[in-house]
């Protein structure tokens, strides 16, 4: 589900942004597909219904039941979504035992309501025992598998959904639960998070999908841990010789508009959204895409409705300049819809400053976002370059 809350998190963690997909090989099971993000240590595969999310930086799929043919009743109660994902955490816990302390503290603090679901076997002379055991495979000749551990919770999430006109998003909260497998890698590098997650009611739905007393077939049973590397390949960057000689190009010729940054800057290695780095400091451009649902959304729906809402969840606090800039941008200017918002957030005691341009072209979203540490000073010294970026961008 392409959301803001994506948006949000390349904003914030911008260095996510150097991966693309991966691509299938002999090793996908039959009815299932990879969806994971190259370059990474293991291989995630889930059923061909799924629909993979892999784009965002962050290997997994979710599948959604978005019923609006029935008239008369509320949207949001039909988009319904469940996710699975996997993710290799780099952490120096001693086990498994420390790495769930550590992992279930940070979700006290981040949740609202965090509640752990004991499992059905645990005993009175047991009772911090709240995870069951099951194995992952290793991609090696012994076919070995490593020990791993299952564990439930729940938590209050705030969820986004189209209002009954399909004009706005409005903030919804659910109870979402959720099955975690965590192993440690044998190098004790650090350890596989997968995660399933459902609302409540509708947990039980594909959690056998996802692990199950007999594995094979399922999302957890077919996780395979490999013994290398999955393959990288870099894209093509566009190469125009109309180009300013003090740019270079940042995006790929797949991509459906030509985005440059100056010689100076540092491209994003293999990214399926384009971001540059400056070349001191904390400063960084990201491009993002979103396909709204409502093809009449506009600049100002998108930044009230999808934007505002999920910085003011994420961040400890934020602050919106007044001053909106509107006008055109790109060297045609054939891009009349634009608006660059100015704001600052908070968050884990660090403030970032933030330039968002948000584009409508051809029913499409795009965003231009300029990020850097407020700490460094070097927002206000590569402004001119953002600027320099939006003056170069155009759409092929």
């Known amino acids: 589900m392409r959301i803001v809350k994506f948006s949000a998190v390349i904003l914030l963690f911008a260095l996510l942004c150097g991966t693309m997909i991966a691509c299938s090989d002999q090793r996908t099971p039959t009815g299932m597909q990879d969806v994971s993000v190259a370059g990474q240590d293991y291989m995630l595969f889930v059923p061909l219904t799924w629909v993979s999310n892999s784009r965002s930086g962050v290997s997994g799929a979710y599948y959604t039941t978005s019923d609006h043919s029935e008239k008369g009743e509320d949207l949001a109660k039909h988009a319904k979504y469940w996710t699975i994902t996997a993710q290799k955490v780099a952490d120096d816990a001693a086990d498994m035992d420390a790495y769930w302390a550590k992992l279930s503290a940070y979700y006290r603090e981040a949740y609202e309501e965090f509640t752990v679901i004991p499992y059905k076997e645990a005993t009175a002379d047991k009772a911090e025992q709240v995870y069951r055991q099951t194995t992952l495979k290793v991609d090696d000749a012994q076919g070995s598998r490593c020990a791993a551990r299952v564990y439930e919770f729940t938590a209050k999430v705030k969820e986004f959904a189209p209002t009954q006109d399909q ?63 999955t393959s990288l390949t870099a ?38 959204y384009p971001c540059a780095f400056a070349p001191s400091g904390s400063a960084n451009v990201t491009v993002t895409m979103y396909t709204p649902s409502n093809v009449a959304l506009s600049v100002d729906q998108y930044w009230q409705g999808y934007c505002l809402p999920e910085y003011e969840a994420v961040f400890d ?21 634009a608006k660059t918002y100015t704001f600052e957030g908070t968050i884990g005691g660090k ?46």
């Not at 000689?245 to 290695?269: C, L, Q």
């Not at 606090?317 to 819809?337: A, M």
């Not at 965003?367 to 206000?380: K, R, V, W």
Request: aromatic fraction near 14%; include cysteine; proline fraction near 4%.
């Open 167 to 229: 004009t706005a998003q409005g903030a919804m909260t659910f109870v979402r639960k959720y099955c975690q497998v965590i192993c440690q890698a044998q190098d004790k590098s650090g350890y596989y998070v997968l995660t399933y997650s459902a609302r409540q009611e509708d947990y039980a739905t594909f959690i056998d999908l996802f692990i199950h007393d007999l594995p094979e077939g399922t999302v957890v049973g077919e996780f395979l841990i490999l013994t290398e590397k």
């Open 235 to 272: 894209p093509e960057l566009f190469k125009d010789p109309d180009a300013a000689d003090d740019m270079i190009p940042a995006s790929t010729n797949e991509m459906p508009y030509r985005f440059y940054v100056p010689k100076a800057w540092r491209v994003g290695e293999l990214t399926e």
């Open 317 to 337: 606090s934020l602050t919106v300049s007044e001053q909106v800039w509107e006008g055109t941008i790109g060297v045609e200017k054939e891009t009349k819809n």
């Open 351 to 396: 403030t970032y400053q933030y330039k968002q341009t948000v584009i409508v072209h051809s029913s499409l979203i795009y965003c231009i976002t300029y990020t850097a540490l407020a700490s460094d000073g070097s927002f206000a010294q590569y402004e001119a370059d953002y600027q320099a970026m939006l003056d170069s961008f155009t759409f092929r």
